[in-house]
């Protein structure tokens, strides 16, 4: 029996490059604004994976992403980084999804993906920095989490030894599989791609995606089926609908607000030497500082 | 309409966490205004008189669930007491702080219960709904406000439906304070020898490296706190060097601690801590809503930026145009010349 381990990955607005498109009038985001990147700790969480597979023969790392038809994007980069395969969870019904309906939704995924060995995410997407995914989707499996992982000392058919990154220092856990893990930015990078990995994998391709290209991969596809990434919609996962998108979301967006900054009288002074000796004597004299 | 509670968290030297009381405080204000009990939830190991530290701060009841091998936390006895306790309880309300604890415990609990959980909440207030497909009117849901979406907006949350409404809070966003020293409430104890099982033991603590947090600069008066446009942790000494001159800590940006310049105890923001020092000098901070979020309270703020449009700006009192290397010095070089 194989070594299974399924890396959640999320395809994710670069929020460090937030345009004045970025949100819709309905207040979700306009994603298509906005260029998609592997959100990084998610990259983190291959990298643990893929580092268990370089110990273990028997190890097999699939990658599974819920998200828009492009979110295949992210199945291939993960390819080329060296997991095995991919998923891609899509459908209109899972729009305007909450942590709560998206883990629902992975949950259903995963169990379709048994028997594994570990679940494996980043700690949080910097979309919505909510870290909330992870621990949802493990309790939804009924299976124990280890959250904020940094390093994992030492994997056995039974038993996994991992380190967490906690606010005020390190702990040290065992725990048994299946388990959920998330993992923390701390643990090291993401290696790159591997130039076999991406010519064996560059034309892998969705069923959706497929429709869209000119040419024709059947015999491609015929001869290397592993090119294909599958999609699954709510009807694959068997998913009851009530419990996606809006209506299995408990959370609602009450009020989006643009930031508007309340102008203080600033005054605004050079660096001269003039300017900065007033200043300090300022502060001095009005007790803010000394 | 049912009481109001918070998970209160155990520290290393085992009292109750700083964010517990900060959350208490808020709570308290919440229960009052809603007419309704102030509950706390306290689970750990030799707990004995862990009341008489929370009571103060106005707790009517405390559910108090002690027993060998519940400190240090992990994730399954831990939310298995309080899963049990919600299920009796049935809280309107559930606060738990933002903290390694909180953030592995809450969604735990939400999902199990099937409630709505925001996270990193900045503000929590009430107010009421109408939901227009169902025609339904709300009174007194809990606004969880909070920064989204790389700090460009302020979302609202409401969780109509489910309950508890459920949020997360960071460590110094809300204030501590003691609403009567002599309050006394209800000490609950809970049975744990009928909820623990042994699967709730599955994942074993083998080590632990823990110190209480040396850097603290929520307490700092003075605080002079670098972002990205330092540009170096070189140029970050620089923050040091004033702060040794003037008394204060040095805090960072997210952008300055992803850059590697500064340590992630120093973060002050959304995602970091909350500070209101009597004055902040913000130093090639360009001041996204996030950081503003952790001390925009601050009572006097200066910024030195080279950018006369950084948001930061519009939030200063005073804004030294000029590059840190030649400011920082400077201000050194003037305070030592005018305080004697």
Redesign the interface.
Known sequence: MSFRIIVLAKQVPD??N?GKD??KAD?T?NRAALPAIFNPEDLNALELALRIKDQRKDCEVIVLTMGPFRAAEIVREAMYRGADRGYLITDRKFAGS???AT?YAISLAVKKLEPYNLVISGRQAI??????????T???LNI?????AEEIPEVTDTHI?IKRR???????????MPLAITVHSSAPDCRQRVAKLLMKYKHARTVTELQNETKDYTELYNQRPYLQIDEWTVDDLHADVEMLGLSG???????????V???????????S?E???N???D??ESH??? | MNNIFVYCEIT?DKVIADVSLELLSKGRKLASELNVKLEAVVIGTDLKDVEAQIFPYGVDVVHVADDKNLF?Y???PHSAIVLEIFKHEKPEIAIFGA??IG??????I???L???????CTSLEF?D?FENKTQTEYKNLL?QIR????????????????RPQMATVREGVMKKEILDAKYKGKVKKVNTAAILKDEHF????????????KINIKNSQ?IIAGGYGVGSKENFKLLYDLADV?GAQVGASRAAVDAGYSEH?RQIG??GVTVRP??YIACGISGA?QHRAGMDQS?????INTD?NA?I???????????IT??IP??IK??K???K
């Open positions: 929020t460090r937030v970025a949100m207040g985001v909450d942590t709560l883990s979309d919505g920095d909510t870290a909330q995914v992870g621990p949802q493990a309790e939804k124990p989490q280890v959250t904020y030894v906690l606010e005020l220092g390190i702990e040290t856990v065992k725990a048994p979301s408990p959370t609602k967006v009450k009020k989006i607000e643009n930031v900054f309340a102008h203080k009288d600033s005054k605004v002074m050079t660096s030497d300017d900065i000796n200043l300090m004597k502060l001095i803010v500082i000394g | 290393e240090p992990t994730t399954l903290t390694s953030r592995d415990l809450a969604p735990r939400a999902s199990a099937r409630c709505g959980l925001t996270a990193d107010g709904h606004y920064p989204a979406f790389g700090g460009n907006i302020i979302a609202t949350i409401i969780n109509p439906e489910t599955v994942v074993q603590i083998i080590e632990r490296h823990m110190e209480a947090s003075v003037l105890e959304q995602t009597k004055l809503v009572a006097q703020i200066i910024s006369l948001p700006n519009h939030i200063a009192d005073f804004t030294i145009i000029g590059s030649d400011v400077k201000m003037y305070y010349a005018n305080s």
